[in-house]
């Protein structure tokens, strides 16, 4: 991966920069995307770390998910990912957040050119594979999906790097590219997203095996799996917190195989590649109860349209080259895959690659095939200008499928879809037409016939850009809905706000459309945290499963245990449930309620008892507890109820809060008979504790919580807590420690072939 600075790379990089520019327009006018996980959980992150950067720290802690988490050992923060930790400076988070997107479109859309360019392709190949990658339907749909964009514009540089590994001959040579190829792999697993990360290094290995001699594949699958472990060192930073942390998180134990198959691709959603709309457009636009049932509750792509010109020119790509057969069998393992729990596929992959039991929507293996075919296209398009007959009779082929989808779909297909295949079967025909006449001037024309080929590739894919991306103003967004007013009323509290907010919401609202208002007004998923308020259970995997389990029993009591401020429910006819106070409607169909007799943020329980964690499981929700006077320690092994403290409060006994910072609550307790602070904050390793500055031991508490022994004093006595992200420190030094060795080894290297090629030649 030492690409060579050439005369058509000022065509292709402006070209490409160019189309992103042109199609993402509204971003650089100043609009952003809002929607859907962006919104939900990408603008709430991304303010949390601006906010601790401009503080002058990186942050440790989360106090607005669940019970709080460790920043660190949630990899999607991708703290020591360089261009988060640039983007998260603009003042507009949700434009920084935007254009990073935009940027990573834009670096992946290069390595596509770049990896077709490493396969043979020119620059009009290179062009459409950047093009194809970028505004394809996948791609466009991650958008609103988080961090995978940024794995997934990772992919093609792994792929190119395992090639050039693969490629070099041994020696120096090859050594300087083993140093290169660790970089892309540890930049995805620098973002966060491992599983992208894996993706990338299973493609670079196929692409290895296809492009080596079989003498070599030792050699070429060695070398790659050596940067690809060199790798892991470059990401520390992020992985190890990442393994510190995972225990107290919802990544201690694979999922099970129906989790990890939900957002599995519906088989009838194989039109969709090479179909415009197709069953997402149907499924979206609500146009049959049949063909909504099929996705429901939601797809994770709401667009796979690949491109009717690009499936065409993949295929026209296609050759005995055993590189291009290589991207073939990539692309088609991707799609067997992303079907997930329709074939058994995905369920032996889970058995036989272990990491990948932790992860869960099969759709993402479309990654993959996006990749691949991108790349196949760009070689298609280089050979629609070189052969005109195997052009014209692939066109022809294709106008044939489209005609007859136009014309028999509403014969054999569910109404739903029989309203949306004739309209995208009219895109492949205009599409067919257009490469078609492409083909024809080439022989003449060959520039005119590279621009049409580049015109249909991009208008047809921009109809992705019409539904996707949704652009929205942040000025619009981050006004403070009147919920957030209610529940500042409540009463001012030790740390931010927690509302309660029940899953039946999103239930209650079925159309997107509808539920846009709706879900901003009520706070959905991690938004409240730009408000200064928390919300249980929360929107991420670090928030520990037992906060869900708990609440999960629909009891007022379980509030009271996790020192819940206020419940949002679905409005109701009928008495108030006992427990809540009724504060009124925040929204049409959403109402809010004050939690009556919640516990205090800080306590003092009179009474511990020790119990295992599976007792303590039952017993959460006893009245004691329930009231603060007694405090579940998790022991060893118990399994029964074994005092060890003594007098019994007839009333909780708050601590007084005197400070909080970020993972840090230093408050004053009263206890004259001793006992134990009890901090309704979530418990994980890295806690820390001080009374009256004396090291004291944190113990596990009410399953979720934290506590500290205090012994008996007439005095008010102070406690202060803190969490230290475990692995944390660690991490940081192996990673700076292998990128320093990488940047010397890298020197080292070049000065060396500097020399070499100075030195005169011998006779």
Known sequence: MEPTLSPRWRVILPSLVAVLAVTHGPLFLGRSVIFRDTWLWVVPARALVRDALLAGHLPHWNPF????????????????????????LFADVAWGASFE???????????CAALASRLGARSLGAIVAGVAWSLSGPTQSTWSLGVIIYGSAWIPWCALAAVHLAAAPPGPAWRRALLVAMVPPGMALLVGEPFLALFGVVFG????LAVADRATWPRALGGWALASSAALALAAPTLVPMIAGAASSQRAAPLSRALAETMSMHPWRLL???????????????????VSALLDPAPLLESMYLGAPVVVLAALGVSRSRARLGLVVIALAGVLLALGNHTPVHGLWRTIAVPFRFMRSPEKYLALTTVAVAVLAGLGADRLLRERR???????????AYLALWAT???????????????GAVFGLAAAALMASAALLARRRTTTAAALVIVAVTLDLSENLRRLPRWDHWSEARRAPPMVAAMRSIGPRAGASRVYRTDALERSRRSFREATAFLRATLQGNTSGLFGIATLPGYDVGVSPEVGLLLARRRVDALRVLSIDGALMPTRAGPTPPGLERLGEVTPGATLYRVLETLPRAYVAAESVELSAEATRAHLLDGEVVRGERVLLIGASRDSL????????????????VAIGDGERVVDCDAPAGGHAVFVEQWTQGWSATVDGRPAVVDQANLLSLAVRLPPALRRQRVRVWFTPPGQRAGMVIGALSWLALAAAGWVSSRARGRSEARPPRG
């Open 65 to 88: 998910v669940g019970l709080g988490f460790s920043v660190p050992a949630e990899p999607l923060y991708g703290l020591y990912y360089p261009p988060h930790l640039a983007t998260v």
């Open 101 to 111: 997107v935009w940027l990573h479109l834009l670096l992946g859309a290069l390595g």
């Open 205 to 208: 290995a196929g692409l290895a």
């Open 272 to 290: 969709d590649l090479g179909l415009f709309g197709g069953l997402g457009l149907a499924w979206s636009s609500h146009l049959d109860p049949v």
């Open 390 to 400: 195997p052009a014209l009779v692939a066109f022809a082929f294709a106008a044939s």
């Open 409 to 423: 779909a509403r014969a054999w297909m569910p109404v739903g879809l029989a309203r949306v295949i004739p309209l």
């Open 642 to 657: 074994v005092t060890t403290g003594s007098a019994r409060a007839t009333s909780v006994s708050p601590c007084r809060p």
